[in-house]
């Protein structure tokens, strides 16, 4: 069985940094992609960045391109997400994810995952 544990979200100034991790046990390995979402109060949980099984594609949402950074880490069985040049906007709970299922169009939507994390809180104050 699948277990995702987040952490690493704090309250920071924008314009700062923050480190994500996600450590994944159980059917990690066969993963056919893995991602990262958030979701701030009163909001629609929203997709921030999805990497597939090849540890090469990637692909981030437009409003955390270029700032955010997502990677696995196979040596440590974990997903980070850098998270640069935050802004207040940023504010949310992020949670990691997984789909094992390998079809196509599913890996960026928050119905698609299969396996979820509880997720940590990020708060960037202004």
């Known amino acids: 069985q699948a277990q995702l544990v987040e952490s690493g979200g704090g309250s920071v100034q924008a314009g700062g940094s923050l480190s994500l991790s996600c450590a994944a046990s159980?059917?990690?390995?066969?993963?056919?992609?893995m991602a990262w979402f958030r979701q701030a109060p009163g909001k629609e949980r929203e997709w921030v960045a999805t990497?597939?099984?090849?540890?090469?594609?990637?692909y981030y949402a437009d409003s955390v391109k270029g700032r955010f950074t997502i990677a696995q880490d196979n040596a440590k069985n974990t997903l980070d997400l850098r998270l640069n040049s935050l802004k207040p906007e940023d504010t949310a709970m992020y949670y990691c994810?997984?789909?094992?299922?390998?079809?196509?169009?599913?890996?960026?939507?928050?119905?698609?995952?299969?396996?979820w994390g509880k997720g940590t809180q990020v708060t960037i104050s202004s």
């Open positions: 990497i597939y099984s090849d540890g090469v594609t990637k």
């Open positions: 994810a997984v789909r094992r299922s390998r079809s196509p169009g599913y890996c960026r939507l928050s119905a698609g995952m299969e396996y």
């Open positions: 159980g059917y990690i390995h066969s993963a056919y992609c």
